[in-house]
C-alpha cells in the first residue's frame, strides 16, 4: 500500500519542482539575445510606458520599425502647434500584432492618437501569436510576460522548453545571434527609431517575389477584428482614440495595382475594423526606389518620405490641411549587388530566361533549365550574371533530369528557392549558399523528395538562418537539422 502511495506523491513533488528547476535553467545561462533585433521590444515597450504628456503612438508590424522617423513626425508636428511624443512600436512580425495590442493597451493614456499601421499579410490580419519570438524579446525583460493575455502566456508556458533547448543550442554552438547589420538592437536610437543607413533598394529585383501582396483577396480573421474592437473600446476608456492608416507596400509587389483592388482593400479595412482611415492607400503604395529588402521595410529615404505622409494624415485629422512643407529626398538609386563578371565558359550548361518588368525592362535573369551538357554534370555552379544583368532565380523546373548532380553552389544573387525545385535531384548530397549578408528564402516545400541535402552556408550568416531575418516565421527552422557551415 505505501508503494503505492508512494509514486503519485513524487510525481507529484517533481511536478511542483519542475517549474523551478527549468527558470533556474534558464536563469542560469547566459543571454543570447540580448544585443539582437529582438531586444529591442523592451526599449520601445518602456518608452511607451515612461513618455508623459500627450502621444502619438504607431503600432504595427516590422513597417513601423523600418518606416517611421519619430523625430521627423515631432517637428512636424510641433511646427503646426501640435506638441505629440511619437512612440514607434511596432518591430517584428514573427511577435504578431496581437501581442502589441497587448503590450500597449494598458499604457494608453488621456490625449493619446494610436495610429494601427497593418502589412495587407494574412498572418498579420489574424491573431497569430509568436511565442517562440516573444521569448527572445522577454529574455532580459520578464516585465513584458505579464502584459500578455490569458491565451499568450498559456503559449509562451507551453514554448518555454523549446526556448531553452534553443538557448542551450546557441550556447553549444558559440555562434551568437547577429550583432551587425540592419537585424540588430543597435540599429536604433534611444528613441526607438532605426539609425541603421539603409541607402537603398537591396533586392536583386526591387521587391521580393515570395511575398507577393493581393490586395484584393485580403481576409482579415474574425478573431483579429474582435481583438482590434477590444482594444479600440480599451483606448477610448483611458481617453485616447484610435485611427487607422495604412502599411507602406512595394508597388512591384502588386498582383493587381488596379484601382478596383486598392478600392476592395480600403472596404476590406472599413468593414472590418472599428476606428476612423486617415489615410489614402494610395499614398502608401510606392515605387520599389523607396524600399529596402522586402515588400514593406523602407531604405532611409522612404521612411522620410512615409512619415511626412503620415504627418499629413494626423494632421489633417486634427484639423490642420496645411501641406506639411519638408524637402523629400529623391528615390536612392539601387544598392542590389551587382553582377559578378560572367564565366562564358560555363554558359552553355544553362538555359536562362530573362525576368521582366511592368514597364518591359530585363531586370534580371531566370535559370530556367539546363541544357543536356548541363544534366550530365555531378557538379554546378549557377552563373551570378548574363548579359550585364544579375542572375536573379532558379525556376521551380530548372533543375529537371538533373540526377546526375551531387553538389550544387548557388550565388548570393538567387535570392529564393521556389517548391519542389530539388525533387528530380535525387543524387544530390551538398548545396552551397554563398550567401554573406542575408538568407536565401525558401518555403516549407523547396527540399520536398529531397531530405538527403545538406545545405552549407558561411560561417558569418549561418545566424541569420538560425534566427531569421525579419521574416513573420523562419522557414529556414524546419532544415536547421541539415544545416552546416564553411568558412
Known sequence: MKDKLKWPAVLLLLLCILPGILLGAGAAMPSCYSESYYAQLAPMYRRLRETEGKRLVVVGGSNVAFGLDTALMETLMADRGYDYKVCSFGLYGAVGVSAMLELSGDNLHEGDIVILALEPVDEVLSSYFGASAFWKCAEDAPELLLELNGTQQSAVLGGYLAYLQERWSICESGVSPS?????????????CNMVYPREGNALALGFDPTTPVDLAGLTVDGDFAGEVA???????????EVYLSFSPVNRSALTDGSQEAVECFFQTFNTAFPCQIISDPNDYILDSGWFYDNNFHLNSAGAVLRTCRLAEDVLSRLGCYEAVDYPLPEMPASIARQPEAE????????LLAPVVGDNGET??????GLTAQGLAQSRLTLPGSYRGKSVVSLA???LEGADELVELTLPENIEYLPDGVFSDCT????????????VCAV??????????VKIYVSRAAYALYRDGQGCEDNPWSAYLDRVYTFD
Open 179 to 191: 550583432t551587425e547589420g540592419v537585424y540588430a538592437r543597435a540599429s536604433f536610437d534611444r528613441e
Open 230 to 240: 477590444a482594444y479600440c473600446a480599451r483606448a477610448r476608456a483611458r481617453g485616447a
Open 343 to 350: 564565366a562564358e565558359e560555363n554558359m552553355d550548361l544553362f
Open 363 to 368: 531586370l534580371g535573369y531566370e535559370v530556367s
Open 396 to 398: 521551380a523546373g530548372a
Open 427 to 438: 543524387r544530390l548530397e551538398r548545396l552551397v549558399l554563398r550567401h554573406e549578408s542575408k
Open 443 to 452: 518555403t516549407e516545400h523547396t527540399f520536398e523528395k529531397a531530405e538527403q
